[in-house]
């Protein structure tokens, strides 16, 4: 048994048999929830590379397998990817049947998270790109479903995705000639411009992210979230990688500069947003910044580490609200979502409450995580504290239009679509969550970071 064959082989072929299985929405749903948790709980906790004993029975758990001529590896170094991306997985697939989305979801939702494990396990890079646009083109069915127009959002994705698919196969090219042993930063650097590129894309790096808030506020808000957050967990992943394979490409402050300008900008366009969806599309595109400027500061993969899980679990409440909502109201806009905290104030709390926890406001999940980075990044310039915190500040800006319109409205308007049990019961699940990591951050940071 190897580690590739449990984390991308079984769970892509359990994606094949949920995709045939699909008019079944709700048991695919609860069976692939079930296994993609104990798959997660399985990446925490099995003795990879080493032996094992159960019963009379001695296992060694490989870390590698050769396929086609191409070697997947999952080592121990992998551990923390594979629950992260398991984990989210399982967090998406079990509010999938009450956010309303098409029974496509979970299926092509457990194959795209297989494919882009693969492609982080693929050795040389050079294939890691084509499954990561691979992982891209599966994602079109599950944000338009098979019978409905093709929505230019929908497009604008696969243009700026697939756009990046070409620097990374000419970069992975370059790399594959050179020497890793004996290479110096003069003979990389044309590969790594090549890389940076692919990134840009890959990252909605501005201005290259008007794809990301005009895909959350035109299609489902749920399955968008979803795969923005799936794609950029493991480009960032790939990212870090890099980082730790040229530790000098630090010395050079580019990606701390990317970071900040990917801050800095959504969150002067989240500023100015009427629309819920962009809205969220411009938090997003806000964490991913934040995202590269952590693992841009000395020591800062433990801080984006940490800041996953409360990240998550905002989005997932936040992206699960709005979905909820735009099922009583014809868009997310703010005209048409007046003063539906007075009717629906579950849902729409759940909304407010995920989106001022990623502002990081006392006793929420992001405030611990918040406090630490930036306590990071003042350490290490002003300047870049300064612009970041203005960034952090468009984001609050945003919250508090957000509220002041779901609580204003016509008096005489009238309630949509009644919450059902299990969206209530998942909401409150949900925000219960986000203030119990809030208060008791230490629980999951030990958890997580050992």
Same mark, same amino acid.
């Given at each position: 048994?190897?580690? &590739?064959?449990?984390?991308? @082989? ?74 992260? /991306? ?196 411009? @938090? ?13 500061? &000395? ?19 936040? @992206? ?76 609050? /800006? ?34 219960? @969550? ?17």
């Amino acid at each position: 048994m190897s580690t &590739p064959l449990i984390w991308i @082989a079984f769970p892509g072929l359990l994606a094949v048999a949920g995709f045939f299985l699909r008019r079944w929405k709700r048991a695919v749903a609860g069976v692939l929830s079930a296994t993609t948790l104990l798959l997660a709980m399985l990446a925490w906790f099995a003795p990879i590379g080493e032996t094992f004993r159960l019963g009379p029975w001695a296992f060694t758990l490989s870390d590698r397998l050769v396929l086609a001529g191409r070697l997947f590896l999952l080592d121990v170094s992998d551990r923390p990817m594979l629950v992260t /991306v398991y984990l989210t997985l399982a967090f998406f697939f079990i509010g999938s049947v009450t956010a309303g989305v098409s029974k496509l979801f979970v299926p092509l939702g457990l194959a795209m998270g297989a494919i882009l494990v693969g492609s982080l396990a693929v050795e040389p890079f050079l294939y890691a790109a084509l499954l990561i646009q691979l992982a891209v083109l599966v994602g079109v069915p599950l944000l338009s479903p098979p019978g409905r127009e093709v929505d230019r959002s929908v497009l604008r994705y696969l243009t700026f995705l697939s756009f990046g698919l070409p620097f990374l196969l000419f970069s992975g090219w370059l790399l594959s000639g050179l020497n890793v042993e004996i290479i110096t930063p003069s003979e990389i650097l044309p590969a790594l411009v090549f890389l940076g590129f692919g990134f840009a894309f890959l990252l909605a790096v501005f201005p290259l992210n008007s794809w990301i808030p005009m895909l959350t506020s035109r299609v489902h808000p749920y399955a968008a979230t979803f795969i923005i957050i799936l794609l950029s967990t493991l480009v960032l992943t790939l990212l870090i990688r890099f980082i730790e394979s040229y530790p000098w490409l630090l010395d050079f402050e580019i990606i701390q500069f990317l970071g900040v300008l990917i801050v800095f900008t959504g969150g002067l366009w989240a500023a100015f947003q009427r629309d819920l969806g962009r809205l969220l599309g411009y @938090a997003i595109i806000i964490e991913i910044g934040r995202s590269i400027l952590a693992i841009s500061q &000395p020591g800062g993969i433990t801080v984006y580490q940490a800041m996953i899980f409360p990240r998550l679990l905002a989005l997932g409440v936040w @992206a699960l609200s709005l979905s909820l909502l735009r099922k009583q109201t014809p868009d997310l806009s703010i005209r048409n979502v007046q003063g539906m905290l007075r009717y629906s104030s579950l849902i729409s709390a759940g909304a407010i409450v995920g989106h001022f926890s990623l502002v990081g406001l006392p006793i929420l999940a992001g405030f611990p995580i918040q406090l630490m980075f930036w306590s990071q990044l003042a350490q290490a310039s002003f300047m870049v504290a300064f612009l970041t915190l203005l960034g952090s500040f468009g984001l609050l /800006v945003g919250g508090l239009r957000s509220l002041a319109v779901l609580l204003m409205g016509p008096e005489e308007r009238t309630p949509g679509v009644t919450e059902s049990r299990s969206a209530q019961v998942l909401m409150i699940l949900g925000l219960l @969550a986000i203030i119990v990591v809030g208060l008791f951050p230490q629980w999951f940071v030990t958890l997580l970071l050992g």
